[in-house]
């Protein structure tokens, strides 16, 4: 089993729609939680940060962290047709500074 | 610019062969690692540095080298490639090694295939 898990997709929406990204993962060790947008023939670059459970807003994205039930959960309001990438989630083992990669959910938005 | 340089982006080689992959960064980070990145497995860290001269092992480092003799470069080596290395590689550098405070920069990625 892998540590953070991550539906592949695609997921395919028109544009304006509310997304919701998601992944779940395995070990209670993981203090820290990141997403990370990934753009065709690109590195992945950091595009949120949350600590332990709850949200964290930062202008048309949400993340959201529910340690009860080990999931993680990435929402993008009024979607564009720019927001059209790969949507990797991470997490953190503070005991060994290792960060842990899903596979990546793959979101087209359609004009 | 802060940036993270590898090359080259895309190479074609032969079983065998060796080969290098160069990465360089500009950001003074004392933190540089290789990832390569497969359908289905997703990012998976090969080497990882914490320093000059200092290397360590990720989770999939058999066939991969690499060298920390300066600050900025942390080449990947691939003395014998064979097709099973046929992916999309990844540098990246941080500050320092801990993830939870950092930001990880990546590079735009090197496509190599062996065939």
């Known amino acids: 089993q892998k540590e953070v898990e991550q539906d592949p997709g695609p997921l395919s929406v028109p544009e304006g729609a509310i997304v919701s990204l998601n992944c779940t993962y395995s070990?209670?060790?993981?203090?820290?939680f990141m997403w990370y947008r990934q753009y065709s023939r690109k590195g992945p670059e950091l595009l949120m940060y949350?600590?332990?459970?709850g949200n964290k807003e930062d202008g048309r994205f949400t993340a959201q962290v529910d340690k009860s039930s080990k999931y993680i959960s990435l929402f993008i309001r009024d979607s564009q047709p720019s927001d059209s990438a790969t949507y990797l989630c991470?997490?953190?083992?503070?005991?060994?500074?290792?960060?842990?990669f899903g596979t990546g959910t793959r979101l087209l938005v359609s004009p | 610019e802060a940036q993270v340089t590898q090359n080259p982006r895309y190479l074609i080689t032969v079983t065998g062969k060796k080969l290098t992959v160069t990465c360089s960064q500009n950001?003074?980070?004392?933190?540089m690692s290789w990832y390569r990145q497969d359908p289905g497995l997703g990012l998976r860290q090969i080497y990882y540095s914490m320093n000059v001269e200092v290397t360590d092992k990720g989770d999939v480092p058999e066939g991969y080298k690499v060298s920390r003799k300066e600050k900025r470069n942390f080449p990947l080596i691939l003395e014998s490639p064979s097709p099973n290395q046929t992916s999309l590689y990844f540098c990246?550098?941080?500050?320092?090694?801990?993830?939870?405070?950092?930001?990880?920069?990546f590079g735009e990625g090197s496509w190599l295939t062996v065939v």
């Open positions: 070990n209670s060790a993981f203090q820290y």
């Open positions: 991470a997490a953190v083992n503070t005991g060994f500074q290792k960060l842990v």
């Open positions: 950001m003074n980070h004392e933190y």
């Open positions: 990246a550098s941080s500050p320092t090694r801990e993830a939870a405070r950092n930001t990880i920069y």
């Open positions: 949350t600590y332990s459970s």
